[in-house]
């Protein structure tokens, strides 16, 4: 009846006070342990769920195709891509469809622990290691067992560690700080990095040998710019996650909403796509998303009309149009035709010549009366 009620364990009068102090050590064991778990649960942070790529461009589905092929190996990858294009997903996608994804994926950005914590965090210590190391802590190669170890910014791990790590990719074992005891592990390992690490070479603060050992097999993670024709796909994702999380009522995005976004350069590429779309979220009051509801900063870009970044922007205007006196619809007007006549009529040829996706330069065609 007390075990119904929630007891956890019970004692039959009369007992020997033995009993009663053997039942309190083993409970004090069982929350010890289960504070341990959820705390390594914490820690590991295990990626759960589909890990598909959204977009249906050339470019991510080649990159699909890619991750396909190395999933299933046991080499070493090295993402390479600018901030914010989704190298994470990469890993992840990587992990998802390796034969170990049943074991932990754990993710280490070695930019955002102190170079004085970041050996303690991928290799643990003994207890009384160094000062503050007041008990024993497993490392995240440890963590991850026979499964994936993400190292994010891999460009910034500090040369002394950059040994232990060659150690670890070469001989498949290391030792935890303080101790002499050499530990194995079978982790896969994933690095990532924006850094061009041949520079950093060059420059004496990456190691060659190590660059090697990382650069088995290397993915590109694509600019959102280059790839702009699955905007449309990645803000109806971001759409419908954002109001999932955040408990909004589901939303559309309109065409000028749209259109707006694909004039944006995207710097910031995906992780700037998803913040922008937080914002206009937030900020907007109907069931769709208008151009209204983006930043301001978006909206001026689109004002401009045209990518004076893009191959046949305003300094490749040709002979027919006078810049003095022109105005931006009339120099948009132009470049259009201009990019229409060199591809012989292929709007998807002409769109990529100007900076932008099909669904734009239609959009922009009609406007003009093209």
């Keep these: 009846?007390?075990?119904?009620?929630?007891?956890?364990?019970?004692?039959?009068?009369?007992?020997?006070?033995?009993?009663?102090?053997?039942?309190?050590?083993?409970?004090?064991?069982?929350?010890?342990?289960?504070?341990?778990?959820?705390?390594?649960?914490?820690?590991?942070?295990?990626?759960?769920?589909?890990?598909g790529l959204v977009g249906s461009s050339e470019k991510m589905r080649k990159l699909d195709r890619l991750i396909s092929k190395v999933a299933p190996t046991q080499s070493t990858v090295l993402i390479r891509g600018e901030s914010g294009t989704g190298k994470e997903l990469i890993a992840r996608a990587i992990h998802d469809r390796s034969g170990r994804s049943d074991q932990p994926l754990v993710r280490v950005n070695c930019a955002a622990i102190p170079e004085n914590l970041l050996e303690s965090e991928l290799f643990g210590h003994k207890k009384g290691a160094f000062t503050g190391a007041t008990e024993k802590r497993i490392g995240r190669f440890e963590m991850a067992g026979e499964g994936t170890i993400f190292l994010d910014e891999i460009g910034e791990i500090p040369p002394n560690l950059q040994v232990k790590l060659l150690r670890v990719l070469q001989e498949r074992e290391f030792e935890p700080v303080g101790s002499s005891e050499t530990k194995k592990t079978k982790a896969r390992v994933i690095a990532a990095t924006n850094r061009d690490l041949e520079t950093a070479?060059?420059?004496?603060?990456?190691?060659?040998?190590?660059?090697?050992?990382?650069?088995?097999?290397?993915?590109?993670?694509?600019?959102?710019?280059?790839?702009?024709?699955?905007?449309p796909d990645l803000a109806t994702h971001f759409i419908q996650k954002?109001?999932?999380?955040?408990?909004?009522?589901?939303?559309?995005?309109?065409?000028?909403?749209?259109?707006?976004?694909?004039?944006?350069?995207?710097?910031?590429?995906?992780?700037?796509?998803?913040?922008?779309?937080?914002?206009?979220?937030?900020?907007?009051?109907?069931?769709?998303?208008?151009?209204?509801?983006?930043?301001?900063?978006?909206?001026?870009?689109?004002?401009?009309?045209?990518?004076?970044?893009?191959?046949?922007?305003?300094?490749?205007?040709?002979?027919?149009?006078d810049l003095e006196t022109a105005t931006l619809d009339q120099v948009e007007r132009h470049l259009i035709?201009?990019?229409?006549?060199?591809?012989?009529?292929?709007?998807?040829?002409?769109?990529?010549?100007?900076?932008?996706?099909?669904?734009?330069?239609?959009?922009?065609?009609?406007k003009h009366g093209i």
């Excluded at 039942?23 to 769920?49: H, I, M, P, Q, S």
């Design 1 to 51: 009846e007390a075990l119904r009620a929630g007891a956890v364990d019970y004692l039959i009068k009369p007992f020997p006070n033995e009993e009663l102090l053997h039942v309190l050590d083993r409970l004090e064991n069982e929350f010890r342990l289960k504070r341990e778990n959820a705390t390594l649960k914490k820690r590991l942070e295990v990626y759960e769920g589909p890990s």
């Design 201 to 231: 070479i060059e420059e004496g603060t990456f190691r060659e040998d190590l660059f090697y050992r990382l650069n088995v097999v290397t993915l590109e993670s694509p600019r959102l710019a280059d790839h702009l024709e699955d905007l």
């Design 242 to 321: 954002i109001c999932e999380r955040e408990g909004l009522s589901p939303k559309t995005p309109s065409e000028s909403f749209l259109e707006t976004l694909e004039s944006w350069d995207w710097p910031g590429n995906t992780r700037e796509l998803e913040n922008v779309i937080e914002s206009s979220l937030i900020m907007g009051e109907g069931d769709e998303l208008e151009e209204g509801d983006l930043p301001s900063h978006i909206r001026r870009s689109a004002s401009k009309g045209v990518k004076t970044n893009s191959p046949s922007g305003i300094g490749a205007v040709e002979e027919g149009i």
């Design 337 to 366: 035709l201009k990019a229409l006549e060199r591809s012989n009529g292929n709007q998807s040829e002409a769109a990529r010549s100007l900076g932008m996706t099909r669904r734009a330069l239609g959009y922009r065609r009609e």
